[in-house]
């Protein structure tokens, strides 16, 4: 699972990028990282990184899939964590 913060404007840019893969959560999550509970980790993270980067809110962009399980999972906790979509 990933997510990432872009911006539109004069061109589409990477701000913040989180992955399962990112060495501080393979570490954390070991191999569960297709459930909710690595949802919710990157979701946390992702918030973390985009407030640190000066960015509190965002267009939340499923990019088509349902708002149900590990995508509801990544978006509540980046919004317990202060991101604002």
């Not at 993270?45 to 999972?73: C, K, M, T, W």
Request: hydrophobic letters at 40%; aromatic letters at 4%.
């Amino acid at each position: 699972m990933y997510a990432q913060i872009i911006t539109d404007e004069g061109g589409s840019r990477t701000l913040v990028a989180v992955s399962t893969l990112s060495p501080e959560l393979r570490e954390k999550l070991g191999t569960g990282t297709g459930n909710r509970d690595a949802a919710k980790e990157v979701g946390a993270l992702i918030a973390q990184r985009a407030l640190a980067a000066g960015v509190s809110e965002v267009v939340f962009d499923r990019n088509g899939h349902l708002y149900h399980g590990r995508v509801r999972s990544l978006a509540e906790a980046a919004r317990e964590a202060g991101l604002r979509f």
